[in-house]
């Protein structure tokens, strides 16, 4: 590998830690507020940056251009679908998470059904972060790295296995001291950084890319032979036999990705610490523009990888970081494998600083020692942070030989996602429903998706019906389990969510509108490239 390629990656990684130093050395790390919410103080500028480089680490760049090398443009769905879901928080759901000045989600639980409801919420999102989030983001990282670095041929480490390994240890060491010492405001600093080049480096590529395609012969004409040499790649409309059906983007894809953007602990968190009301949707609908350039970023580069690469035997997840590597000069390589890990630290440092946060005001600070002083608190959250970054160090390299990373990260958040938003969207649109409802629907949603995956005869239902029309089916069982034991034993009396103060909850005038305009844009996008 190029010796300027390594000292270019070294050179932007360390101008990002050392910005990211300057602008948050006098914050407040040592008050609960302070730590997990930045005091309350993010501006839409840094929350639309936080929200965007949160999402996009590298089981995005590297697993949905992995997707889109086997599927094409259909797989877009996952960023065009999010943009309506953006809209949903930034109108419905995160008004009324302001409004109760809550930290994490299930705090909103608790305050809306009792404590074990939020106990059970918690222990869900721990276990799955675990076990599901925090290994993806580190192996996906370290498969992108590898390719775009040329890592074996640098380290002169010829097993593959050794080398993921150590890659993998090497960047969530990194990230974790990011996440357990930095706190929430280091974290969303970092993210608008490096979300400022990871946007340009991703539009370079495609630029690069369709030069490839066309042999330097111009952009537009790399277009036009992409589209006319794999005009089954453009096509919006998702097959039956690939992995995102077009019809499943009304039904489980669109859960997904409501639950993803409205009610993830890790995406969410930096939304509970918007300065204001205002400033919050702000942010959120700026992320929801962003999200609509996406495909161009997180797409195109796998049908050009597919156009250029399909006969030389790369794995689809493989592809991206071949191209990046074929078709960026070295100095740009090197300044996109630093973006690179930059999104890898991102979205690992932000899924551990709202493990910890779950862990240390759900389960310590509320069950193991109510009497804790807000130093023991942040405390324990380092020491528990340490603990989880360790268990995804080691699950991670496990990882390896998954035939579609991405597909395997949506089906697993599956799990734990379906029941945990029915219980979200039921316990805000009614009043009596009580708090047994929520513990049925929140561990009868997680074993019936499980039984559906992994349990024999439950898991031939799926594969008649298609994965998301059957979490989308689990769905509509939870709401309707939960609306019937309402009606049976109902709450004593109606549920009224109080006003706890934190923020100024005036909205931001241009909210609807704006919402309304990204909307249109979602179904215009869809209409241009159905095929």
């Known amino acids: 590998m190029p010796l300027l390629t390594f000292a270019s990656f070294l ?20 008050s609960t507020s302070g730590f997990f919410l930045a005091g309350r ?24 251009n992995g997707s889109a090398f086997t599927d094409g443009l259909s797989v877009m769905a996952w960023e065009v679908v999010a943009v309506i879901a953006l809209v949903a928080l930034a109108l419905f759901f995160l008004p009324r998470f302001l409004r109760s000045g ?18 059970i919420c918690n222990v869900i999102f721990l276990i799955a972060y675990a076990i599901i989030l925090l290994p993806i983001i ?17 380290t002169g480490i010829e097993s593959s296995t050794t080398l993921l390994w150590l890659t993998v240890w090497i960047v969530g060491i990194i990230g974790s001291v990011y996440a357990l010492f930095g706190g929430l405001r280091t974290v969303a600093v970092s993210d608008t950084l490096n979300g400022v080049g990871l946007l340009i480096g991703g539009f370079v590529i495609v630029y690069f890319g369709l030069q490839a395609v066309s042999d330097s012969g111009g952009v537009m004409a790399g277009w036009d032979i992409l589209k006319a040499s794999n005009p089954e790649k453009m096509n919006s409309i998702g097959g039956a036999d690939q992995q995102v059906p077009f019809f499943t983007l009304f039904t489980g894809v669109f859960l997904i990705n409501v639950f993803y953007w409205t009610t993830n602990q890790q995406i969410i968190q930096r939304t509970f610490a918007a300065k204001t009301l205002a400033e919050g949707q702000k942010g959120v609908l700026l992320t929801g523009f962003f999200k609509l350039l996406g495909p161009l970023y997180l797409v195109l580069p796998g049908i050009i990888a597919y156009h250029l690469y399909a006969d030389q035997g790369i794995k689809a997840d493989a592809a991206y970081g071949h191209l990046v590597f074929n078709v960026l000069p070295a100095p740009l390589t090197g300044f996109f494998a630093a973006v690179m890990v930059g999104a890898i630290l991102s979205s ?39 603990i989880m970054a360790v ?4 699950i991670a390299p496990l990882l390896a030989g998954q035939e579609s990373l991405f597909g395997y990260l949506q089906a697993m958040n599956a799990i734990y ?5 029915a219980v979200v969207v039921v316990g805000l649109t009614t009043k009596r429903v ?28 799926p594969d008649a019906i298609s994965n998301f029309h059957f979490v989308a089916l689990v769905f509509v069982l939870l709401v309707g389990i939960m609306l019937v034991i309402g009606k049976l034993r109902p709450r004593a009396d109606d549920w009224v969510q109080e006003d706890a103060g934190a923020v100024d909850l005036t909205p931001w005038k241009g909210a609807v509108p704006s919402g309304i305009v990204l909307i249109v844009l979602v179904i215009a996008i869809y209409l241009a490239f159905a095929g």
Not at 12 to 30: E, K, N, P
Not at 138 to 154: N, P, V
Not at 417 to 421: D, G, K, Q, S
Not at 446 to 461: D, E, H, S, V
């Open 417 to 421: 996602f379906i029941p945990i938003l």
């Open 138 to 154: 580190l192996y996906s990282g370290a498969i992108g790295l590898q390719g775009m670095l040329d890592l074996s041929g640098l």
């Open 11 to 30: 050179f932007f990684t360390g101008l990002v830690a050392f910005i990211t130093w300057r602008i948050t050395r006098r914050d407040d790390h040592s």
């Open 41 to 64: 103080s993010l501006t839409f500028p840094l929350i639309a940056g936080s929200l965007l480089m949160t999402n996009l680490s590298t089981e995005q760049m590297v697993g949905l």
């Open 348 to 386: 690992f440092n932000s899924a551990l600083n709202s493990t910890t946060t779950l862990f240390s005001l759900g389960l310590y600070k509320g069950v193991l020692k109510k009497d804790a002083t807000e130093a023991e608190v942040v405390r324990s959250s380092q020491v528990f942070g340490w």
């Open 102 to 119: 809550i930290a994490t989600l299930p705090q909103l639980l608790e305050i809306r059904f009792d404590k074990g409801t939020q106990l």
């Open 434 to 461: 009580p708090p047994m409802a929520a513990k049925v629907a929140l561990v009868g949603g997680c074993l019936a998706i499980f039984a559906g995956y992994f349990i024999p005869p439950f898991n031939k239902i």
């Open 391 to 394: 268990s995804a160090m080691t």
